[in-house]
C-alpha cells in the first residue's frame, strides 16, 4: 500500500515512525504545512487519513471500521498507527536491532551479528526516499539512519572480532569511498588491512583521510585514529586482538 498523494504519504510515514504511539494532530499539521497551515487544516487531515485507512483496507481485505480500530486509530488528540496485526520493516529492524543487543548482553555474539546483518538487508537506500519529509520527519530519519549507522559498526566490528577482516575487506573498501569523512568506518578499513597484511596500505589510508579531512574541514583525525596509525607504524602486536569498535552496553529502549 503505497498513497500517491504527497502528503497522505508524509501522514503515513510520520505514524509510521511513531508506530503504537500517538501522534497528535498538530504535529502532523506542523509535518505537513511547516507553520503556515490553513485553516482548512484539520478538515484536510481527516480527509488524508480517511484516504489511508481506504488503502489500508483495500491491501489488507480489512473493513474500513476494521482498519480504523486495529490499525490506523483515532486518539484524543490525534492518531495512532498500531502495530499489530501489521508487519513492516521498519518494525522489524527496530525488533532486529533489540535482538541482537539482547544477545551482546548475553555474550552471544554470533547471533548479534547474525541479527544486525538481517536488519541491514532490510535497508535498500537512504529512509524514507520517497517521502517529501518536513520538519518531525527530518529528526525522525536523522535518529533512523543514525541507529543504522551505529548497526553498521556493530555488525563490522564483531566480524573483525571473529578474525573475518579478510571477507569483509571489499564491503569495507566501498563503504569508505562512498563516506569519506568517517572515521570510524576509516578505523575498521584500516584495521582490517593492517591485520590482512597491507601495512602499507592502511598507512596510506590514514595519510588520505588525513589529507581529506584538512583540505576540507582544517581539522585532524580523532586521537582513536591517530594511535591506530602509530601502532600501525610500529607494528604493535596488540593490533591484531584490539576491539575496533565497542559493542552495545545496554539495551536500548524497546518499543511497545
Known sequence: MSPVARKPRQILALLLLN??????????????????????????????????????????GLSMDAVGNEILRRARNGYEFVAEPTWFDLRS????????????????????ARDFHTALLMWSGPALAGVEPGPSIRAEVAGLEQSRA???????????????????????????SHDR???????????????????????EAFRRLREDMVARFGLEPS????????????????????PVWPLPSELPALQP
Open 19 to 60: 508506530y503504537s504511539r500517538v501522534v497528535p494532530t498538530a504535529a502532523l499539521i506542523d509535518e505537513l504545512w511547516d507553520g503556515s497551515a490553513p485553516k482548512t487544516a484539520r478538515a484536510a487531515v481527516q480527509i488524508y487519513v480517511f484516504e489511508l485507512r481506504k488503502r489500508l483496507a483495500e491491501a489488507t
Open 93 to 112: 529492524f527496530r525488533q532486529r536491532e533489540q535482538t541482537g543487543v539482547a544477545a551482546v548482553a548475553e555474550g552471544d555474539l554470533i547471533k548479534a
Open 150 to 176: 551505529t548497526m553498521l559498526n556493530h555488525r563490522i566490528g564483531l566480524e573483525l572480532r571473529f578474525g573475518r577482516h579478510r571477507e569483509i575487506l571489499g564491503e569495507l573498501i566501498n563503504l569508505v
Open 181 to 203: 569523512f568517517n572515521e570510524d568506518l576509516h578505523a575498521q578499513f584500516i584495521i582490517a588491512l593492517y591485520r590482512c597484511g597491507y601495512r602499507a596500505c592502511a598507512l
Open 223 to 242: 586521537p582513536k585514529l591517530q594511535r591506530y596509525y602509530h601502532a600501525i607504524l610500529t607494528s604493535d602486536p596488540g593490533l591484531d586482538e584490539m
